[in-house]
Nanobody
């Protein structure tokens, strides 16, 4: 059973930085086709934020372009979301979601990011 575990969230002042991690555990042979980061703010729908493919291609929602960077460490089965120049509107629960090479969707439990003004 593969599990995705996010970490790195917390409380940060506007303009600060946080790095989120999404680590896959439970199966050493786990691989993914694409890993997504989503977020959901209170009272709002879940929003796609960024993605990275197994080949390293990345994509971002316009609101985070130039501020967020998604990267991966295949040896550690971990994907990161570096978030710089944080804004209060970035406040949300952030989730990672993987489409595994087995075409199964895996989702983490989320990590809270709160940005104060």
């Amino acid at each position: 059973q593969v599990q995705l575990v996010e970490s790195g969230g917390g409380l940060m002042q506007a303009g600060g930085s946080l790095r989120l991690s999404c680590a896959a555990s439970g199966r050493s042979s786990f691989s993914y086709k694409v890993m997504h980061w989503y977020r959901q703010a209170p009272g709002k729908q879940r929003e796609w934020v960024a993605a990275i493919t197994s080949g390293g291609s990345t994509n971002y929602v316009d609101s985070v372009k130039g501020r967020f960077t998604v990267s991966r460490d295949n040896a550690k089965n971990t994907v990161y979301l570096q978030m710089n120049s944080l804004k209060p509107e970035d406040t949300a629960v952030y989730y990672c979601n993987a489409l595994g090479s087995d075409y199964v969707n895996y989702r983490g439990q989320g990590t809270q990011v709160t940005v104060s003004s």
